[in-house]
């Protein structure tokens, strides 16, 4: 049983670079969710899905697009990397909604020079 | 989405107990108020939930008043390992985050 796994565990874009941050779960949670953590600012929603084929919008949506298109998957896309958007990111999963009993993954240190 | 505010820092011995106190006054009627700790370098990860009144498992409990606008983390007797960042998570909003620092 892996939980919730993202990759990659790093990566460096140029700004105007686009790319997938990926995110995987195995326990079969209908609810998923990306987050951004930032020093001082805690955790930021960006985008959540109550199940596939269904998604919405965070409290910091801009710039990032998701889709889901199965129970497991649940990507970030980053569009035009701008240096604001460097960040760790992380990935959440519950069996329901409300926040209850999130897993986490491990994180994605993004950095955009 | 529900707003949280959550003290920046607590200072703390070992052996005592910690309240860390959230303020959600805007919280919704369906939403859950869930604390979690998180070390460097690693994701949050889940301490206890709650809806109203008081839960307890086996490393902390949680109050939670009538009119469901703060809640209050409690850690009986910390220890060193213990020194994380604790956050608050009402509905889908993250606290900013409490730096618990736990020293001999």
């Known amino acids: 049983n892996a939980g919730v796994t993202q990759t990659p565990k790093f990566q460096v874009l140029k700004t105007g670079q686009s790319m997938t941050l990926q995110c995987a779960q195995d326990?079969?949670?209908?609810?998923m969710s990306w987050y951004r953590q930032d020093p001082g600012m805690g955790l930021r929603l960006i985008h959540y899905s109550v199940g596939a084929g269904i998604t919405d919008q965070g409290e910091v949506p801009n710039g990032y697009n998701v889709s889901r298109s199965t129970t497991e998957d649940f990507p970030l896309r980053l569009l035009s990397a701008a240096p604001s958007q460097t960040s760790v990111y992380f990935c959440a999963s519950s069996f329901t909604g409300g926040g209850y009993g999130y897993t986490f993954g491990s994180g994605t240190r993004l950095t955009v020079v | 989405l529900a707003k949280t505010t959550q003290p920046i820092s607590m200072d703390s011995y070992e052996g005592q107990e910690v309240n860390i106190t959230c303020s959600h006054n805007?919280?919704?009627?369906?939403?859950?108020i869930t604390w979690y700790q998180q070390f460097p370098s690693q994701g949050p990860r889940f301490i206890i939930q709650g809806y109203k009144t008081k839960v307890t498992n086996e490393v902390a409990s949680l109050f939670i008043p009538a009119d469901r606008k703060s809640s209050t983390l409690s850690l009986p007797r910390v220890s060193l390992s213990d020194t994380a960042v604790y956050y608050c998570?009402?509905?889908?909003?993250f606290g900013k985050g409490t730096m618990l620092l736990v020293s001999p």
């Open positions: 805007n919280i919704a009627t369906n939403d859950y």
């Open positions: 326990m079969n949670h209908e609810y």
């Open positions: 998570l009402v509905g889908l909003t």
